[in-house]
Each structure stands twice: as structure tokens, then as C-alpha cells.
């Protein structure tokens, strides 16, 4: 898995990060801490969905949504420039279930991914959220779970399919 994440982290900040930066999100050596699972509310069959959770205190996040308009303007919105970054924030979405085996064992590096990177927007859609299967048709996610997508100034500029890695 930390193949995987490197290779979405390369992409997304390619050109944002100091040259020679360390991967911190590689280090085997860093001990990171579990979070409870919160409850979410957004399951078809009114279940409630255990996901790994942000702490309150954490400077990072991963925003949950579950329709194709909501990634287009979260993707739209975060290629604006600012002052401090001219061309737009870098966007990763993750598409995943909570039920695939392959998918629980990502979570967690998608977790460390957001904390290490906390000017990047995270993304996450779970395919047994209320229209999920609408949003993974229109953004030709596969079968291959876990998959993400990166943006960066509006437009895909990689794809990771599979859990690869």
C-alpha cells in the first residue's frame, strides 16, 4: 500500500513540495494513532456506516460526498488560484466501499496521506453511500476498488486504480 500512496502523493504535489522533501508518510518508523470509528448517516438501507474518523483537533480532513455535481464543484472551486498557491489546491478523491477487504486496508493510508498533506483536499465516496452508484457511473469508476482520482487546475491528472501497489 505505501507504493500506492506514494505514487498519488508524487502526483498531487509534483512542483508544490521543497525539492528533497522526506516522505514523511513512508516512514516505517512513525508510530501513528487509530481514531474511533465515528457514524455516518448516509448508507441506502438506513444502517449507519462505521468509517475511520478525523479528530476534531487534526488540521486535516477527509470530506465524505457522494454526488458527481459535488466533485465538479469541489474540483472547480479548488482551481482557483491563491495568493499562496497560483495554481489551485491539489484534489484527491477516493473512491472505496467499506465492505471490501482491500479497501479497510487503504483507509489508513489514506488517513496518514491526509494528515501529512493538509493543503491537499481529500475526497472520499464509499460505493454503499445514497447515490454512489450514480457518482462511480459518471466518473467510470470500475470494479476496482479502491481508486482515486487526482485534480490539479480543474482537470484529472492521474488516476490509481485497483489498491495498485
Excluded: W
Excluded at 14 to 25: E, K, N, W
Excluded at 26 to 41: E, I, L
Excluded at 132 to 140: C, E, I, T
Amino acid at each position: 500500500m505505501r507504493i500506492l500512496f506514494c505514487t498519488i502523493l508524487n502526483v498531487a504535489l509534483s512542483g508544490i513540495l521543497v525539492s528533497g522533501s522526506p516522505h514523511t508518510h513512508c516512514s516505517t518508523s512513525g508510530a501513528f494513532v487509530k481514531f474511533p470509528p465515528v457514524r455516518s448517516p448516509l448508507p441506502s438501507d438506513g444502517r449507519s456506516l462505521a468509517l475511520a474518523s478525523t479528530p476534531p483537533d487534526q488540521s486535516y480532513m477527509i470530506r465524505d460526498f457522494s454526488a458527481f455535481e459535488q466533485l465538479t464543484e469541489i474540483v472547480e472551486l479548488a482551481s482557483q488560484p491563491l495568493p499562496q498557491r497560483p495554481d489551485g489546491v491539489v484534489v484527491v478523491a477516493a473512491y472505496t466501499s467499506t465492505s471490501r477487504p482491500d479497501c479497510a486496508a487503504a483507509a489508513p493510508g489514506l488517513e496518514r496521506l491526509a494528515r501529512a498533506n493538509p493543503d491537499t483536499v481529500f475526497l472520499r465516496c464509499c460505493e454503499e453511500y445514497v447515490g454512489a452508484d450514480l457518482l462511480f457511473g459518471r466518473a467510470k469508476v470500475g470494479g476496482a476498488l479502491p481508486t482515486y482520482d487526482v485534480f490539479k487546475g480543474g482537470a484529472r491528472v492521474a488516476r490509481v486504480e485497483g489498491g495498485a501497489g
